[in-house]
Structures are given as structure tokens and as C-alpha cells.
């Protein structure tokens, strides 16, 4: 098993995963104050906010449980490539064109800066030099909503192995919390549900 765990900014996200089967995700500001947990056999989504939860049994992996919550329920797991196993296969199919645009520091780290287009989104990925490379930076721009809305993902605590926390998979409700439908659970992904990509039914 590997265990990662790295703190992201959009307004804030901290994941840890172990793989091949355990997440996660704490989120706090933006459109969401949200909660996902997922121990290989039943996944768990909380609203803090408003003190609701939805519980989905979803046996298998992290990749499946990705795939599920992007293709039937339409609930992408925040920068959710950047979890797979193996990102270039899972960033790279769709990509029409790539541009090394050299280096740059972030928070005083050198990274290297590279971008990408395909035909919905563009994105640019900073990328720590050294003998530890790991993503310092992702920002997606979308091309299929009006206004090209764009989202950034800052990764400040990246740990892998010993050095990351302990986390638990397994989620207990509040005191009073009201379980509902998955889709009674609104905002829970990058950008509110209000947003529409451009030709998208209502």
C-alpha cells in the first residue's frame, strides 16, 4: 500500500489516499464545506454546511470510484487525475498539443511549467525539480462554459509513505444528521451547480 496525503488550495482541499481502496477529501470554502470518505466498499459524502449525508456502495478502487462518481453520478472527485495510479494515461489522451514553457518558482520552489490544450480545457501543470518531483500547481481552464471559468489546485503539503497522516476512511455522522439522495447533495465538485457547459440541457 501507498499512502499520500497533500493539502491543495481551491479554496482548500486535503486529501490522503492509501491505495489501492481508501480516500479522503476534506473541503472548506468556494460553493462547498464538504466531506468524502471511501474505505474500498462503501463511499460517504457530507455536507457540513447543512449537517447532510449520502452513503454509496461502490466496492473496488480508487480508479473505479473516480470512474463511478464521474460517469453515473456526475460528482468528479476534485483533481482527480492527479490521484491516478498513472496520471499521463489519465491527463494525456484527449491532449492536441503541448508547450514546455520553461521554469518558474512558486513559493520558492523551481518547478518546471508545462501546458496543455485538447478540445475542452486547457491546463498548465508546475511540476517540483529535484530528485522528489511531485505537482506544485495545476490550473484548468474550461472552454465548453461561457466565460472560460478557470480553477486552480496549489499543492502545499505533499507527503508520501511514512511521512503522511493517518487518516479514517470510515465516516460516522453528527449528532442529528440528516441522510439524503447523492443528489440532494449540491456544489460538491469544482465549480456550483448552477454553471453550464454551452449546449448543456437545463
Known amino acids: 500500500m501507498t499512502q499520500e496525503t497533500w493539502t491543495a488550495v481551491d479554496r482548500y482541499i486535503d486529501e490522503t489516499m492509501v491505495r489501492p481502496d481508501k480516500v479522503h477529501m476534506v473541503r472548506r470554502g468556494g460553493f462547498a464545506d464538504a466531506e468524502l470518505y471511501f474505505n474500498g466498499k462503501t463511499l460517504a459524502l457530507f455536507r457540513r454546511d447543512q449537517n447532510i449525508y449520502a452513503k454509496i456502495d461502490i466496492p473496488g478502487s480508487v480508479e473505479h470510484l473516480v470512474d463511478e462518481l464521474r460517469d453515473e453520478y456526475r460528482r468528479p472527485l476534485p483533481a482527480a487525475d492527479l490521484l491516478s495510479a498513472n496520471v499521463f494515461d489519465a491527463m494525456m489522451p484527449d491532449v492536441k498539443d503541448v508547450k514546455d514553457l520553461g521554469t518558474g518558482f ?15 480545457v486547457d491546463w498548465q501543470l508546475w511540476i517540483a525539480r529535484g530528485d522528489r518531483p511531485y505537482p506544485v500547481r495545476l490550473i484548468v481552464t474550461s472552454k465548453t462554459i461561457a466565460g472560460s471559468p478557470q480553477y486552480q489546485i496549489d499543492v502545499m503539503n505533499f507527503k508520501t509513505g511514512d511521512q503522511a497522516t493517518t487518516a479514517d476512511f470510515h465516516f460516522v455522522p453528527p449528532p442529528n444528521a440528516k441522510l439524503v439522495q447523492p443528489s440532494e447533495l449540491k456544489s460538491f465538485d469544482e465549480l456550483p451547480d448552477f454553471y453550464k457547459p454551452q449546449g448543456a440541457s437545463k
Open 106 to 120: 512558486i513559493r520558492g520552489i523551481e518547478c518546471d511549467h508545462i501546458a496543455f490544450r485538447t478540445d475542452e
